[in-house]
């Protein structure tokens, strides 16, 4: 069964990559470049984007008379540095007794330090150059820009609850990401306790 998904997989990724006009050495990197042509899927990954509550965390917010509501000029563009996480209780955050979060959820603080929510827009500040498998990773095994090295990622991202999710809704909820509109938007480094 896994390997007839795995091969479903391919499949659908080489058919949306064989549509682009690069040469096959730029195309050999799956997901480097990604134009997607499957309506079906950016739905998919559309939907499986807004049901997972990325925009949540991801998406800077606007106040509205309901409260915070994502920004639809910036979704999923992540932490907004211009506003900066200051001014909240540094020892309550650091006791591990509670979490604190900016106004826009794309900031948290806590017994980790401060982390801050990704960019992920197709921008070089963001997914841009990410290929499938380094999207795979950092999803299903938690590597920060999915290198397989890297440090691993911070809380409050809930990247255990997507180890099980089969890869044929990671190529959606990919080729989603790539689609979108690309927003340039450096993410500052996280804050180690010590530095809090």
Known sequence: MKIKAAFALFGLLGAIVSCNTETKEEQASVGASVEVDSVELVKRGGYLVTVGGCNDCHSPKVMTAHGPAPDTSRLLSGYDPSRPFVGFDKA?????????????????????GISYAANLTPDDTGIGSWTFEQFRRAMKEGK??????S??????????????VGDEDLAA???????????????PAPVTPDAI
């Open 173 to 187: 909820i990919f080729a989603y990401l790539k689609s979108i509109k690309p927003v340039n938007n450096p993410i």
């Open 144 to 149: 920060w820009k999915g290198l397989e090295d």
């Open 151 to 164: 440090r691993p990622l911070l809380p409050p991202m809930p990247w255990p609850n997507f180890k099980d």
């Open 92 to 112: 309550t955050a650091l006791s591990g007794t509670m979490v604190v979060f900016n106004i826009e959820s794309t900031a948290a603080a806590g017994p980790w």
